[in-house]
């Protein structure tokens, strides 16, 4: 099946600068692209969008814009930010200034910060250093559930111990910021 690309088509490329196709969003085939052949992961589609690191990002980081470069430039993110995508898992790290796809909608992998067990479909919010951990109940007050629904990333689709830096599969919807 071939993928279904829209947006980083090779006619789009008009000068020799790659930073034309920063901002460009595709969509592909939910793939194993650490190796070849590559091999399906799910039946499912995945919103891609091109952008520059600023800073080195490690895989199934999530990732917030740098100001000022809304929709070019990434960055990890930490505890309650205003994720806008996940680094993607086929690659260890990404240098700073080098162009990569950023994973903004579909399954992908993240990382735990290991303050809980995951259980699928638990959402799961932003942590420092670019992990994830499953929502907090609403407090008395409301403040901190108003912070993590502004800090969603996504919904665990693979169940997780409770140890740091384990990378798992979920379902990654950072569309909204």
Known sequence: MLNTVTGLAPNKITTLDPDTLLGQECELQDLDYSAYPNTPL???????????????????????????????????????ALP??????????????????????????????GAGALAVGDVLVTAASGKVKIQEPT?????LATVQINSRV????????????????AYIDCTEN
């Open 42 to 80: 799910s039946n499912t589609n995945v919103k891609y969008m091109r952008v520059r690191a600023s800073g080195t990002i490690l895989a199934n980081q999530h990732l917030i814009w740098v100001s000022g470069y809304e929709g070019l430039r990434v960055q990890t993110g930490g505890l309650a």
């Open 84 to 113: 806008v995508g996940v680094a993607p898992p086929w690659t260890a790290s990404i240098a700073t200034g080098s162009h990569f796809l950023m994973i903004r909608q579909g399954m992908g992998k993240v990382i735990t910060d």
């Open 139 to 143: 407090t008395a007050t409301g403040t």
């Open 154 to 169: 996504g919904r665990c689709r693979a169940a997780l111990a409770a140890t740091a830096d384990l990378a798992g599969r």
